[in-house]
């Protein structure tokens, strides 16, 4: 049986909201069709300017950015998947395995398996492929292992500790294994994410205000985190224009280089009075005066 995990994720439609907005300056606009290898992304995530962009926006997050320097949506998969509580301890070995660009091997086998990410476990797969590798388990009984290690069976860790590895083959191997597999991300998860992450990231960097308009009408009932958007906005040189009832939408929307309050998101105004001036606007054009206002809303 083939199993599915959904996930409602808020930036999903983040990233929907930013798309309409773009489309009215570029109809054919489509975030799945941008270059996954855009400079100005990657810049941003190496200085760590990452407020708002899925997975990447914690302080932490950030200072491991600028030190580890992404340069792939792979680079990503693997920041995401290491800034966890266990795999966070690793960071520093991978970054200098990085930066030296040489891993030593205890054994010659492990290196096409763990060369890609710097000679450290980081995902389930490799721990199924070095189980399958060193003591030729077939793709089932790899996973058994897989599974234990990731539940933390202590009885079966153990058991496949004899079966697996002699001495021969170096003990403190597997240890080393258990150690980072317990805490090892299932890849084609983090390979999702990073791409979200990927995406986000490309808005901020080349649609800020669209991205920055739609992230903060995804956080309308949270004052502190709309105040840490405006914030970075401000950081970016982008104005939020006040709420006008002839200038904004709904939601918070892109208005030039800088963003328009919505006016839902204004205290004690329901959302269904502020389809009726949008309705009346659109019917009847821009209100004129207050008292304008008031005659064609009473």
């Known amino acids: 049986l083939l199993k599915f995990d959904f996930l409602g994720l808020r930036y999903l439609t983040v990233i929907s ?63 995401i998947s290491m800034y966890r509580p266990g795999p966070m301890e690793n960071i520093p070995r991978l ?28 995902y ?45 083959k170096a003990a403190s191997i597997f240890d080393d ?24 990231a490309f808005l901020k960097a080349r649609y800020p205000s669209e991205f920055l308009a739609a992230l903060m009408t995804s956080e309308l009932g949270n004052r502190a985190k709309l105040a840490e958007y405006m914030s970075e906005a401000s950081r970016l040189g982008i104005k939020v224009l006040p709420p006008s009832v002839n200038e904004s939408d709904v939601d918070f929307s892109s208005d030039g280089h800088n963003i328009r309050y919505g006016l839902s998101a204004l205290k004690n105004v329901g959302i269904g009075f502020v389809n009726r001036i949008l309705e009346e606007r659109q019917s009847s054009g821009n209100f004129r005066s207050f008292t304008d206002f008031a005659e064609r809303m009473h």
């Open 17 to 79: 909201d930013t798309e309409k907005m773009i489309r009215k300056k570029l109809p054919d606009f489509r975030i799945e069709s941008v270059p996954q290898d855009d400079t100005a992304t990657f810049e941003l995530l190496k200085l760590g300017q990452t407020a708002g962009v899925f997975q990447l926006e914690s302080s932490g997050m950030r200072q491991m950015l600028t030190t580890f320097r992404p340069e792939s949506i792979d680079d990503i998969m693997m920041a």
């Open 95 to 122: 970054i200098e395995n990085r930066r030296k660009g040489k891993v030593e091997y205890e054994l010659p086998q492990l290196a096409p398996i763990l060369d890609s990410t710097y000679g450290c476990v980081v």
């Open 177 to 200: 294994i258990v150690s980072f597999a317990g805490y090892a991300f299932n890849k084609s998860h983090a390979a999702a994410y990073a791409v979200l992450a990927y995406r986000t």
């Open 124 to 168: 389930q797969e490799q721990v199924m492929q070095i189980f399958r590798t060193l003591a030729s388990y077939s793709f089932g009984k790899a996973d058994v292992v897989r599974k234990a290690i990731s539940k933390k069976k202590p009885e079966v860790i153990e058991q496949q500790r004899a079966n697996a590895i002699d001495e021969t």
